[in-house]
């Protein structure tokens, strides 16, 4: 199916564990971004990529590792769960002037850390 | 930090009636976007305002945008139950990031 999807959906872990978010689109949106959604607050960025093999740094990088091989994909490493990062996060890219148009975003996995 | 926040964080209204809800910003923006989220889903945009716009409308959304105050509104007229969601607004400035502010709870009662 056409659009951009999250993966896995939902996942539990325990604290010092590595683990990694996928997010595939279809697209081939140049921009791709990460957020992260705590209860009861908006979003917040964590890494950003402008195009395939190049990516920064949002708000919250610490404790994210991201890589863009392809355009079509961008993961999410968390290389060493910690309690505070259970979260809900999401995924989602545009294409058109970068950044400052429409972003469209994934359903979102939601990640328990214990 | 969060640059949109919005107001009120909650708002219960009856079904039919209009719902307004109000984004504030600190700095200069190159444009101001709404988004929906539905309990448990991911968002969804609503409507895009540019900073040399100061209205626009989509359906039964209508939204202003004040440079001078820095601040935004989003009006939903005739509301319905399936409105009920959080609403948040996300500025755009002159990169490609978009900051969020925490959003507004909107119930529609039946």
């Given amino acids: 199916d056409a659009g951009i999807t999250q993966s896995p959906r939902y996942k539990i872990t325990e604290t010092g564990r590595q683990v990694?978010?996928?997010c595939h689109q279809t697209w081939s949106h140049s921009y791709m971004f990460w957020y992260r959604q705590d209860l009861g607050h908006g979003l917040r960025l964590i890494y950003y990529s402008a195009a395939a093999d190049i990516t920064d740094k949002g708000e919250v990088p610490d404790g994210y590792v991201v890589s863009r091989s392809k355009t079509?994909?961008?993961p999410l490493t968390l290389e060493s769960a910690t309690r505070s990062q259970t979260s809900v996060y999401f995924c989602a890219s545009t294409g058109l002037a970068g950044g400052t148009d429409t972003q469209y975003f994934g359903p979102g996995t939601r990640l328990t850390v214990l | 930090s969060q640059q949109g926040e919005e107001d009120p964080q909650a708002l219960s209204i009856q079904e039919g009636e209009n719902a307004t809800m109000?984004?504030?910003y600190k700095t200069s923006?190159?444009?101001l976007q709404w988004y929906r989220q539905n309990s448990g889903r991911g968002l969804?945009?609503?409507?895009?305002?540019?900073?040399?716009?100061?209205?626009?409308?989509?359906?039964?959304?209508?939204?202003?945008?004040?440079?001078?105050k820095k601040s935004s509104s989003l009006l939903i007229t005739a509301s319905r139950a399936a409105d009920t969601a959080s609403y948040f607004c996300a500025k755009a400035d002159s990169s490609y990031k978009l900051i969020f502010g925490s959003g507004t709870r909107l119930l529609v009662r039946p």
């Avoid at chain 2, 409507?47 to 202003?64: D, F, M, P, Q």
């Fill in chain 1, 20 to 22: 990694t978010l996928m």
């Fill in chain 1, 72 to 74: 079509e994909n961008f």
């Fill in chain 2, 22 to 24: 109000n984004c504030s």
């Fill in chain 2, 29 to 31: 923006i190159n444009n």
């Fill in chain 2, 44 to 68: 969804v945009h609503l409507i895009l305002i540019r900073s040399n716009e100061r209205e626009k409308h989509s359906g039964r959304l209508r939204v202003t945008l004040d440079t001078s």
